[in-house]
């Protein structure tokens, strides 16, 4: 050993790699770190909306039956519903079949008619049409609307002895009644016996149809309705009890007919698609013109078409318009997957799904031409109607017009003030208070409230009859309502000093008390404005002939010579200023008044000591290369 520190340069050379890549890897984790803490931050802090759970499997079948009706419910927990039973069960044991399905654990039975009830004895016999034997049909559940009494034919007796001879439990469910299917997926009883969802019964003689037990299903942003052959009249009754679900796919009530699925009834629970089942020989003429008809006008608020198509098994009989409205297709297969469903391998979003969380469902924003995935215009008001998108969502008007009924009147003035911006009431007058609804809103009154100041006079009276403002209770500011001034004093509402005095009517009935309708309450020959100005007595006249500045003229010949009695008695300045927080202390401001400090930055503490580490190698390895050659 000479004292010396030797290295040859293959040493040198590893020890600069190494620290150079000591370096390097420091300086990239640096960069993940900060990458994931970006991606973290969005996570966890974002406030979008939550997809909802994808799908298992929830299906609904339209069985084609022919003439009749079955709807087959096929749950992700493996439960099963089944709607009707046409009048031959074959078709739907076939259907079954093919499903592998071997329990019903809820036959439901919307009302008594053979082609919805007569082929239960078939489904629970199972293929050799036999109960009690291996291949039957179990079924856990019936429910009916009952009072079988009411519809006395064979089918009915059919049906009650396969549920004895089988010891299947049988009810009656109440409006309202939710069967959970598990899996999310509900059930809800919403009409039964002429009684409706949200209270309302049908108090005329109903037939058979109208008496038909009518379930919503629902499952995440999905709903279907399926009522039997409930007729109109319950139909209307039903809407409003629905509420805010809006139907993605509507089973066609009563095959189709034009006693069923009326405008207001369609138009009220705007189905995006429909199904319905018919025979193509049936002799009734399924469906009606008249019900294609109310679907194919179902129009969005900005005219374009909401509905999209009707869904048939099978042509049926009817004076069909609207070809390219509808398909026919046997089996109608419903899926439900995510915020999307299929019928029969054609999709649609649901109603309610909203992929970006802004309040309005991806349906209404692909038929307004808005961003499903922006979130942003929301906030906007692109016709400048008052309403916000998602508020012209909910009142169902067009947000590209500022009004949508065409009534004079913007949809988000009427919003406001509890009008309907879809109907033409321009000429009503809600609050009697003689002024049409479009006349209130010309002068900005309240057309629910017939004294939208509150002042005691209604909007019609100040508007015509006294001129005053019907938005203020004091028109002339003087500090009496234009009630108290056309009413108690009978001063003008439209004058602050109606007897020209230079004391307005508030200030001389409650401060000084003098009469605001003459200008010399004390009849003294000065005018009470005067005397107040130079500390003397408006109410009484024995100041006429005092001197009070004492210079031997009296203070009424002082007012005839426009000279001043005294010292003018001038006001306290009321308009004193605050000088604020001048204490000199200094804030940062974090929008709720308290102190923040800077906050530590993790990533450059990380750069820096890369790049310290970096120039150490470097300053080592000329310290080392310095020693060799010494």
Same mark, same amino acid.
């Given at each position: 050993?000479?004292?010396?520190?030797?290295?040859?340069?293959?040493?040198?050379?590893?020890?600069?790699?190494t620290?150079?890549?000591?370096?390097?890897?420091?300086?990239?984790?640096?960069?993940?770190?900060a990458?994931?803490?970006?991606?973290?931050?969005?996570?966890?802090?974002?406030?979008?909306?939550? %997809?909802?759970?994808?799908?298992?499997?929830?299906?609904?079948?339209?069985?084609?039956?022919?003439?009749?009706?079955?709807?087959?419910?096929?749950?992700?927990?493996?439960?099963?519903?089944?709607?009707?039973?046409?009048?031959?069960?074959?078709?739907?044991?076939?259907?079954?079949?093919?499903?592998?399905?071997?329990?019903?654990?809820?036959?439901?039975?919307?009302?008594?008619?053979?082609?919805?009830?007569?082929?239960?004895?078939?489904?629970?016999?199972?293929?050799?049409?036999?109960?009690?034997?291996?291949?039957?049909?179990?079924?856990?559940?019936?429910?009916?609307?009952?009072?079988?009494?009411?519809?006395?034919?064979?089918?009915?007796? #059919?049906?009650?002895?396969?549920?004895?001879?089988?010891?299947?439990?049988?009810?009656?469910?109440?409006?309202?009644?939710?069967?959970?299917?598990?899996?999310?997926?509900?059930?809800?009883?919403?009409?039964?016996?002429?009684?409706?969802?949200?209270?309302?019964?049908?108090?005329?003689?109903?037939?058979?149809?109208?008496?038909s037990?009518?379930?919503?299903?629902?499952?995440?942003?999905?709903?279907?309705?399926?009522?039997?052959?409930?007729?109109?009249?319950?139909?209307?009754?039903?809407?409003?009890?629905?509420?805010?679900?809006?139907?993605?796919?509507?089973?066609?009530?009563?095959?189709?007919?034009y006693?069923?699925?009326?405008?207001?009834?369609?138009?009220?629970?705007?189905?995006?698609?429909?199904?319905?089942?018919?025979?193509?020989?049936?002799?009734?003429?399924?469906?009606?013109?008249?019900?294609?008809?109310?679907?194919?006008?179902l129009?969005?608020?900005?005219?374009?078409?909401?509905?999209?198509?009707?869904?048939?098994?099978?042509?049926?009989?009817?004076?069909?318009?609207?070809?390219?409205?509808?398909?026919?297709?046997?089996?109608?297969?419903?899926?439900?997957?995510?915020?999307?469903?299929?019928?029969?391998?054609?999709?649609?979003?649901?109603?309610?799904?909203?992929?970006?969380?802004?309040?309005?469902?991806?349906?209404?924003?692909?038929?307004?031409?808005?961003?499903?995935?922006?979130?942003?215009?929301? #906030?906007?008001?692109?016709?400048a109607?008052?309403?916000?998108?998602?508020?012209?969502?909910?009142?169902?008007?067009?947000?590209?017009?500022?009004?949508?009924?065409?009534?004079?009147?913007?949809? %988000?003035?009427?919003?406001?003030?509890g009008?309907?911006?879809l109907?033409?009431?321009?000429?009503?007058?809600?609050?009697?208070?003689?002024?049409?609804?479009?006349?209130?809103?010309?002068?900005?009154?309240?057309p629910?409230?017939?004294?939208?100041?509150? #002042? %005691?006079?209604?909007?019609?009276?100040?508007?015509?009859?006294?001129?005053?403002?019907?938005?203020?209770?004091?028109?002339?500011?003087?500090?009496?309502?234009?009630?108290?001034?056309?009413?108690?004093?009978?001063?003008?509402?439209?004058?602050?000093?109606?007897? %020209?005095?230079?004391?307005?009517?508030?200030?001389?009935?409650?401060?000084?008390?003098?009469?605001?309708?003459?200008?010399?309450?004390?009849?003294?020959?000065?005018?009470?404005?005067?005397?107040?100005i130079?500390?003397?007595?408006?109410?009484?006249?024995? #100041?006429?002939?005092?001197?009070?500045?004492?210079?031997?003229?009296?203070?009424?010949?002082?007012?005839?010579?426009?000279?001043?009695?005294?010292?003018?008695?001038?006001?306290?300045?009321?308009?004193?200023?605050?000088?604020?927080?001048?204490?000199?202390?200094?804030?940062?401001?974090n929008?709720?008044?308290?102190?923040?400090?800077?906050?530590?930055?993790p990533?450059?503490?990380?750069i820096?000591?890369?790049?310290?580490?970096?120039?150490?190698?470097?300053?080592?390895?000329?310290?080392?290369?310095?020693?060799?050659?010494?």
């Open positions: 050993m000479n004292g010396h520190f030797n290295i040859n340069k293959f040493q040198i050379v590893t020890i600069f790699i620290l150079v890549l000591v370096g390097v890897y420091l300086i990239s984790s640096t960069v993940l770190f990458e994931s803490s970006v991606m973290d931050s969005s996570v966890s802090g974002g406030t979008g909306h939550q %997809g909802s759970r994808e799908s298992s499997g929830l299906s609904i079948t339209c069985i084609n039956v022919s003439k009749g009706d079955s709807t087959l419910i096929t749950v992700p927990s493996g439960k099963t519903m089944l709607v009707d039973t046409a009048i031959d069960g074959t078709p739907v044991l076939e259907v079954l079949r093919e499903k592998g399905i071997e329990r019903i654990d809820y036959l439901v039975s919307t009302h008594w008619d053979s082609d919805h009830i007569g082929g239960t004895w078939e489904i629970a016999a199972g293929e050799d049409r036999e109960l009690n034997t291996n291949d039957d049909i179990e079924i856990s559940n019936a429910i009916d609307r009952g009072r079988e009494e009411e519809k006395d034919n064979s089918y009915v007796d #059919d049906y009650l002895w396969t549920l004895d001879e089988k010891n299947i439990p049988r009810s009656t469910p109440d409006i309202g009644d939710i069967i959970d299917l598990g899996e999310g997926v509900s059930a809800t009883c919403v009409t039964l016996n002429g009684e409706v969802l949200g209270g309302r019964t049908a108090d005329w003689d109903l037939g058979e149809n109208a008496k037990l009518g379930y919503l299903i629902s499952y995440g942003t999905f709903d279907f309705l399926v009522c039997g052959d409930l007729t109109w009249g319950v139909e209307e009754l039903l809407v409003p009890g629905l509420g805010d679900v809006e139907i993605d796919v509507l089973h066609l009530n009563h095959h189709g007919s006693s069923s699925s009326t405008w207001d009834f369609v138009e009220g629970v705007r189905p995006e698609n429909a199904v319905v089942s018919v025979g193509f020989t049936n002799s009734y003429g399924h469906p009606h013109r008249e019900v294609i008809d109310n679907l194919e006008y129009e969005s608020p900005c005219g374009d078409e909401w509905f999209q198509h009707l869904y048939m098994t099978e042509t049926g009989s009817g004076n069909s318009t609207g070809a390219g409205l509808i398909t026919v297709h046997g089996d109608i297969e419903i899926e439900i997957i995510g915020d999307r469903y299929e019928i029969n391998g054609d999709s649609y979003p649901t109603d309610e799904a909203d992929a970006d969380g802004d309040a309005m469902p991806d349906i209404w924003e692909i038929h307004m031409g808005l961003d499903l995935n922006d979130p942003t215009d929301a #906030d906007a008001d692109r016709d109607d008052g309403l916000s998108e998602p508020d012209e969502y909910l009142w169902w008007t067009c947000p590209l017009l500022n009004d949508t009924d065409s009534d004079g009147m913007p949809d %988000g003035w009427e919003a406001e003030y009008l309907d911006p109907q033409k009431d321009h000429r009503g007058d809600p609050d009697g208070d003689g002024l049409a609804n479009e006349y209130e809103y010309k002068i900005n009154t309240n629910a409230l017939d004294d939208t100041d509150g #002042d %005691g006079l209604d909007d019609k009276q100040e508007a015509f009859d006294y001129l005053t403002s019907p938005l203020l209770n004091d028109t002339d500011g003087d500090g009496l309502t234009d009630y108290d001034e056309v009413d108690t004093h009978l001063t003008s509402p439209m004058r602050s000093d109606t007897d %020209g005095d230079r004391l307005n009517d508030g200030e001389e009935v409650s401060v000084y008390f003098t009469d605001p309708l003459y200008e010399d309450s004390d009849q003294d020959g000065m005018p009470d404005g005067w005397e107040v130079y500390g003397l007595d408006p109410r009484s006249p024995l #100041d006429a002939n005092e001197d009070a500045d004492n210079d031997n003229i009296s203070n009424l010949q002082e007012y005839m010579d426009g000279t001043e009695p005294g010292v003018p008695q001038l006001p306290v300045d009321w308009n004193t200023t605050h000088p604020g927080d001048d204490n000199g202390n200094k804030t940062k401001g929008g709720t008044g308290g102190e923040v400090e800077d906050e530590d930055n990533v450059l503490l990380y820096v000591v890369a790049i310290i580490i970096l120039i150490f190698g470097v300053m080592v390895l000329f310290f080392i290369k310095a020693g060799g050659k010494s």
